[in-house]
């Protein structure tokens, strides 16, 4: 199949701003035409690095990536907006990119005119707008206000009419970049009825988005930049799982010094207790934890099935909370308990032994309890953890609140609390379509 | 650089659109509306009239009656290049969201300038030809050579504002500098004076100024109603060609930094 964009060793070099060689890129950009040449490496920032491939003709493309990987750089040099450095780009078709929505408008004049003039802009002759006019207009679903100065518009009226026009250009190449932030529900249902619409069409469309759920459904093939450089390629399924579990490292790091540092800080408390007569300043941390230590609970660990310790769930997998306890002298009084709550501070789920009818008779020295979770079946997000060792009637040994944090993570964006397993069955006469990348796997 | 200045050539509609919106844009919510675009050279004139036939009062010069009539006939077309250079000096940083964000052809921007003082300078000329009409001057055939020194005005200026546009992108210090520089230039070209006034020893430095030539046409031409001296005007056309080429390839070479530097 032919291909509509051709992207070859593309390098994209962008000048740190600095005040000191500021005149360098225009004495260089006006004796050679050549921007970067004689800067040093320092000096500059990789955007983009060699960065090839090609998208078919009526081939939906996707780009993730996180935050700063180059995937709107890359657009935008697809687009033309930005020039790369080095390697080339080859187009073949008309460019409608819904990366800057509205950015030509003008202020002072009603949306009619410039409707106009964004049309002109965009490569469209007069007759051609006219043609289109009245379809932009009842997309935009701006029939009453067309006639006033686009500086009356809200931001939602003013997006809905930059994505009217960009879209009604008829373009063979669509590039967008994180629409569904446009307009309401109701109009982002109606963009996404219209990008389908294109993929009905054949024609090509390039996506960023971080919508990964929509990559998955929407796209035939996925790219995933990583610091500019393509990290994947292929199955936007395989794609987005491979980001998704790179993210998931990463957070995985990031949850894990800070658990680490939760425990060092607690080690350090628990040392100025002992030295010092006088009991420290109630700290932020001191209103995390509280009781008198006869029973103390000294590390708490999450771990996945295998015994691992995580602090990154996917949703219906069993997790275990093992904490190590130390009782000080022979004590007959104990209740174990453990808290979930979300990041609203919502109690997901509270538990103790002694609701749960278990009558304590003696513990001494260190010892392990463990709260075993079949399955985690929370949605995705942040969650806290409460662990506590108290007396039956609420004394408490030893109380952490919400020291531990874990986070779920799930492909399904449901919402609520909690996931009941739970299964769809429908009667024969309601049918669903399949998802377009199983036909086409 | 000629397959740029090709395809400037076809954006001709999206200069059309853009000057009749830079136009509607700067009137609307006014009162008076497109009726400023008559108003302000009339007021202009009768200030600077105020000022040299009731406070100054020069020697009476041969051939300088009514001293208005030859004031409007320079000041026109002066205050046409004047704010087209001021504009064209701040048009691509003014624009920044264009030039970074749609895929825009910026040497546009300077054009939509240049363009849209031309059309205040078109609606100013009918005030200037009712008092030609009515102070009976000589509107003869070389009224012919009039369209000529428009267009040799616009290629200078078009040059002139490429010039100032893509170098102020990188150095902003052009702005003031410009402003004091074109009240040196007004003060240097003969339009509150007649060339003749200055002694024939100090002549050449004036001609070597562009503009002298450009506004002793149009005072030829209309004040006057003679022949205008078209052997330098042709120099000054050659000139303003030279001009333009020099502006539009430093435009086109600066062209990629724009996006970056604005």
Same mark, same amino acid.
């Given at each position: 199949m032919a291909s509509a964009v051709v992207v070859e060793n593309l390098t994209k070099l962008y000048r740190k701003y600095s005040q000191k060689r500021r005149f360098q890129t225009m004495k260089s950009a006006l004796i050679r035409g050549d921007l970067f040449r004689q800067l040093r490496p320092e000096e500059v920032f990789l955007a983009l690095e060699k960065v090839s491939f090609a998208v078919d003709k009526g081939e939906t493309f996707g780009i993730i990536g996180s935050n700063g990987a180059g995937k709107s750089t890359l657009l935008k040099i697809i687009a033309g907006t930005l020039r790369s450095t080095y390697g080339k780009v080859v187009v073949d078709g008309r460019i409608s990119a819904l990366i800057e929505l509205g950015a030509g408008f003008h202020p002072e004049i009603s949306g009619r005119e410039n409707i106009y003039i964004n049309g002109i802009m965009l490569g469209l002759s007069k007759r051609e707008i006219q043609r289109r006019y009245d379809d932009i207009v009842q997309f935009a679903e701006l029939e009453e206000f067309i006639e &006033?100065?686009?500086?009356?518009?809200?931001?939602?009226?003013?997006?809905?009419?930059?994505?009217?026009?960009?879209?009604?250009?008829?373009?063979d190449i669509l590039l967008i970049d994180e629409i569904i932030a446009v307009g309401d529900e109701a109009f982002a249902r109606k963009c996404l009825d219209k990008i389908k619409e294109f993929q009905w069409k054949k024609k090509t469309i390039l996506i960023v988005s971080h919508s990964l759920g929509m990559i998955n459904?929407?796209?035939?093939?996925?790219?995933?930049?990583?610091?500019?450089?393509?990290?994947?390629?292929?199955?936007?399924?395989?794609?987005?799982?491979? $980001?998704?579990?790179?993210?998931?490292?990463?957070?995985?790091?990031?949850?894990?010094?800070?658990?680490?540092?939760?425990?060092?800080?607690? %080690?350090? %408390?628990?040392?100025?207790?002992?030295s010092e007569e006088a009991p420290p300043p109630a700290t932020e941390y001191e209103k995390k934890r509280w009781g008198s230590r006869e029973i103390e609970i000294r590390e708490v660990k999450l771990l996945d099935k295998e015994g691992q310790e995580r602090h990154i769930f996917t949703s219906g997998e069993p997790m275990e909370v093992r904490m190590t306890i130390y009782?000080?002298?022979?004590?007959?009084?104990?209740?174990?308990?453990?808290?979930?709550?979300?990041?609203?501070?919502?109690?997901? $789920?509270?538990?103790?032994?002694?609701?749960?009818?278990?009558?304590?008779?003696?513990? &001494?020295?260190?010892?392990?309890? &463990?709260?075993?979770?079949?399955?985690?079946?929370?949605?995705?997000?942040? $969650?806290?953890?409460?662990?506590? %060792?108290?007396?039956?009637?609420?004394?408490? $040994?030893?109380?952490?609140?919400?020291?531990?944090?874990?986070?779920?993570?799930?492909?399904?964006?449901?919402?609520?609390?909690?996931?009941?397993?739970?299964?769809?069955?429908? &009667?024969?006469?309601?049918?669903?379509?399949?998802?377009?990348?199983?036909?086409?796997? | 650089m000629w397959r740029s200045l090709k395809s400037l050539l076809q954006y001709r509609g999206l200069i059309q659109a853009l000057v009749s919106r830079e136009l509607k844009a700067r009137?609307? !919510?006014?009162?008076?509306?497109?009726?400023?675009?008559?108003?302000?050279? +009339?007021?202009?004139?009768?200030?600077?009239?105020?000022?040299?036939?009731?406070?100054?009062?020069?020697?009476?010069?041969?051939?300088?009656?009514?001293?208005?009539?030859?004031?409007?006939?320079?000041?026109?077309?002066?205050?046409?290049?004047?704010?087209?250079? +001021?504009?064209?000096?701040?048009? +691509?940083?003014n624009n920044a969201n264009l030039i970074q964000k749609v895929l825009f052809p910026a040497d546009v921007l300077p054009c939509v300038n240049v363009f849209s003082n031309f059309i205040h300078f078109l609606l100013g000329l009918p005030i200037l030809f009712a008092f030609l009409i009515y102070y009976r001057r000589p509107l003869n055939i070389y009224l012919l050579f009039f369209p000529a020194v428009i267009l040799i005005?616009?290629?200078? #200026?078009? !040059?002139?504002?490429?010039?100032?546009?893509? @170098?102020? /992108? *990188?150095?902003?210090?052009?702005?003031?500098?410009?402003?004091? @520089?074109?009240?040196?230039?007004?003060?240097?070209?003969?339009?509150?004076?007649?060339?003749?006034?200055?002694?024939?020893?100090?002549?050449?430095? +004036?001609?070597?100024?562009?503009? #002298? *030539?450009?506004?002793? !046409?149009?005072?030829?031409?209309?004040?006057? !109603?003679? @022949?205008? *001296?078209?052997?330098?005007?042709?120099?000054?056309? @050659? /000139?303003?060609?030279?001009?333009?080429? /020099?502006?539009?390839?430093?435009?086109?070479?600066?062209?990629?930094?724009?996006?970056?530097? /604005?």
């Open positions: &006033s100065p686009i500086k009356t518009y809200s931001t939602g009226m003013y997006l809905r009419l930059g994505f009217a026009i960009a879209i009604n250009v008829d373009p459904t929407l796209c035939n093939r996925a790219v995933w930049l990583k610091q500019g450089k393509i990290e994947q390629m292929g199955d936007p399924r395989r794609v987005v799982d491979a $980001y998704l579990s790179h993210v998931a490292e990463k957070e995985e790091r990031k949850l894990s010094r800070l658990h680490s540092q939760t425990l060092e800080k607690f %080690a350090l %408390a628990e040392e100025a207790k002992l009782a000080r002298n022979k004590i007959k009084d104990f209740v174990f308990g453990v808290g979930i709550f979300n990041s609203a501070g919502i109690s997901c $789920y509270g538990t103790n032994t002694h609701l749960e009818k278990l009558v304590p008779r003696e513990i &001494s020295g260190e010892a392990t309890v &463990s709260f075993n979770i079949k399955r985690l079946d929370l949605i995705q997000g942040t $969650y806290f953890l409460d662990v506590a %060792a108290h007396q039956i009637d609420g004394t408490p $040994y030893d109380y952490h609140r919400q020291l531990y944090t874990f986070r779920v993570q799930s492909l399904i964006p449901d919402v609520g609390v909690f996931r009941p397993q739970h299964k769809w069955s429908f &009667s024969p006469n309601i049918s669903f379509k399949k998802k377009q990348n199983k036909n086409k796997v | 009137y609307r !919510g006014s009162v008076l509306g497109f009726f400023w675009s008559f108003v302000n050279p +009339l007021l202009l004139l009768l200030v600077y009239t105020f000022v040299f036939t009731v406070i100054f009062r020069p020697a009476r010069i041969e051939g300088l009656t009514p001293y208005a009539l030859f004031l409007f006939c320079g000041l026109l077309p002066w205050t046409w290049f004047s704010s087209s250079l +001021l504009e064209s000096s701040a048009v +691509l940083s005005q616009i290629i200078f #200026t078009l !040059g002139f504002a490429m010039f100032i546009s893509s @170098l102020s /992108v *990188h150095f902003r210090d052009i702005r003031d500098l410009l402003a004091n @520089l074109l009240t040196f230039w007004f003060f240097a070209t003969p339009i509150i004076y007649p060339n003749t006034m200055i002694p024939e020893r100090f002549r050449w430095v +004036l001609d070597l100024n562009p503009m #002298t *030539h450009i506004m002793m !046409g149009y005072q030829d031409t209309l004040f006057r !109603g003679q @022949l205008p *001296h078209w052997k330098k005007l042709s120099v000054t056309f @050659l /000139v303003a060609l030279a001009l333009f080429y /020099v502006g539009y390839f430093l435009f086109d070479r600066l062209r990629d930094s724009f996006a970056e530097e /604005v």
